[in-house]
């Protein structure tokens, strides 16, 4: 699961991770679960308050599920423009964020990951769509790349 933070917030290195790296390693038509970080708190919240529910289960957490050729269609229809994107070598990027972000996203080309937000949703009904969370990104006046 990535979140969906990854597209705008500057502390995540927007422009040269989900842009740009993120797409190169695993591929910019692959599907890629999504869940934004108010809603795992959410989740968080709630297995915290009901930890007999939770304890010793194996949740997969996605609200949605995007490639980063659907997220660009749905960024430039938020934001009015596409993402800003700024080439970097991967082993640059290594050195700035690590190595394991990096292989993680080479796995994503060939992983098979559930998809489904069903669960997702089951637990925090609330839990918001791509599209959704970034039309609030971008008309509420939220920090954006």
Known sequence: ??????????????????????PNLAG???RIPWLAADDLGVIAATAFADPQ????????LASDAR???ELREAYTSAAGRPPRSFAVPVWLFERMAGKDLTAMWRWLRTANLDLDPTLTLSIHPGAMTVERWLQLRFHKGARAA
């Open 28 to 30: 910019v038509d692959t």
């Open 67 to 69: 490639s980063i050729a």
């Open 1 to 22: 699961m990535a979140l969906m933070e990854l597209m705008t917030d500057k502390d995540f290195y927007p422009a040269l991770s989900t842009w740009h790296t993120m």
């Open 53 to 60: 529910g939770f304890v010793g289960r194996d949740l997969a």
